[in-house]
């Protein structure tokens, strides 16, 4: 079936520091992929999307390219802040599945220290 | 504009009991999926609701059900609680069921189970 795997964390960065977090997925379909943030004692917040191969999403500083070669969909950021420490999942939605459910990796822990 | 809304914020039950959890989607929004999300985990999906009936199902028993009403809001009804379902349950709502369509998410409901 399909799955998402994340690199494990937590990851730890300094200020300004470059981000990586690696996804990689597994699709029977053509699926949608999606980073969504979760701070702590909250829900989820979509970060960015990409609906098909090579489109990049981006927002607040943060990137993903969706690699269909590759089947990744990694998440930069150039110069990470404090504010961004939070819980960073990443998700796909295949149009297959009738319907759109969600598909999440297990969620990688980013804390950034000042 | 309000976004989703979940209620209660926290819930304790006792195994064997049951419990109701209820969620308003955002305006606009007519399809509403339910997650349960574990301790460290990334959230699962167990159902969606669209035009009042449960369109999609995830690999939760019987004893996790639903109800969507006309005005797109939702329940979702777990009987004969186990310890096991102690977790974070998320509702999130989108327009139609397309893939590629985002879902926003509400704050959640912790519940607990002694």
């Known amino acids: 079936g399909d799955s998402v795997t994340q690199m494990e964390g937590p990851v730890t960065l300094s200020e300004e520091a470059f981000l990586t977090i690696n996804c990689t997925y597994t699709a029977t379909g053509y699926p949608s992929l999606f980073w969504y943030v979760q701070y702590p004692g909250e829900g989820l917040q979509l970060l960015l999307k990409a609906t098909k191969a090579d489109d990049k999403g981006s927002n607040k500083g943060f990137e993903a390219t969706y690699r269909k070669e590759t089947t990744s969909f990694h998440l930069e950021k150039g110069s990470v802040q404090v504010s961004d420490s939070a819980v960073y999942f990443c998700?796909?939605?295949?149009?297959?599945?009738?319907?759109?459910?969600?598909?999440f990796g297990q969620g990688t822990e980013l804390s950034v220290k000042p | 504009d309000a976004g989703v809304t979940q209620s209660p914020t926290h819930l304790i039950k006792t195994r064997g009991q049951q419990v109701t959890l209820r969620c308003s989607p955002k305006?606009?929004?007519?399809?509403v999926s339910w997650y349960q999300q574990a301790l460290g985990q990334g959230p699962q999906f167990i159902f969606q609701?669209?035009?009042?009936?449960?369109?999609q199902r995830g690999n939760f028993p019987d004893r996790f059900s639903g109800h969507q009403f006309p005005n797109y809001s939702s329940e979702l009804n777990v009987n004969a609680l186990l310890l096991g379902d102690s977790a974070l349950y998320l509702c999130?709502?989108?327009?139609?069921?397309?893939?590629?369509?985002?879902?926003?998410f509400g704050p959640g409901t912790r519940l607990t189970v002694t």
């Open positions: 998700a796909l939605s295949d149009s297959s599945n009738q319907g759109g459910k969600l598909i």
């Open positions: 999130a709502s989108r327009v139609g069921r397309v893939s590629s369509y985002e879902q926003y």
């Open positions: 305006s606009g929004h007519d399809t």
């Open positions: 609701y669209y035009e009042e009936e449960e369109r």
